[in-house]
Nanobody, 118 residues
Framework: QVQLVESGGGSVQPGGSLRLSCAASRTAFNINSMGWYRQAPGKQRELVARITSGGSTNYADSVKGRFSISMDNAKNTVYVQMNSLKPEDTAVYYC????????????WGQGTQVTVSS
């Protein structure tokens, strides 16, 4: 089985920054992409940012220009640098990995809380 260990969440004031990290266990192989999703109370889970093993990235419109995703293939680790944080960024952030044939196998982390408030 694959385990994802998330870190870097916490509380920050509006305009502040956080960096989230997610390390996949060495049992993860043939990784197609890794990414971050978030879910706020009463809202649907949404894609924040995703990066393929080849380096292609995709961002939610709401975070473009503020968030930056990167991946260290050797360490099976994905990062997202979050700048200019807003209260509406408050959510539980979940790491996700897709692997196997056509990226058809999917795993999720337990989630890490990000709170942006004054």
């Amino acid at each position: 089985q694959v385990q994802l260990v998330e870190s870097g969440g916490g509380s920050v004031q509006p305009g502040g920054s956080l960096r989230l990290s997610c390390a996949a266990s060495r049992t993860a192989f043939n990784i197609n992409s890794m990414g971050w999703y978030r879910q706020a109370p009463g809202k649907q889970r949404e894609l924040v940012a995703r990066i393929t093993s080849g380096g292609s990235t995709n961002y939610a419109d709401s975070v473009k220009g503020r968030f930056s995703i990167s991946m260290d293939n050797a360490k099976n680790t994905v990062y997202v640098q979050m700048n200019s944080l807003k209260p509406e960024d408050t959510a539980v952030y979940y790491c996700n990995v897709r692997m196997g044939l056509r990226g058809s196998i999917e795993y999720w982390g337990q989630g890490t809380q990000v709170t942006v408030s004054s």
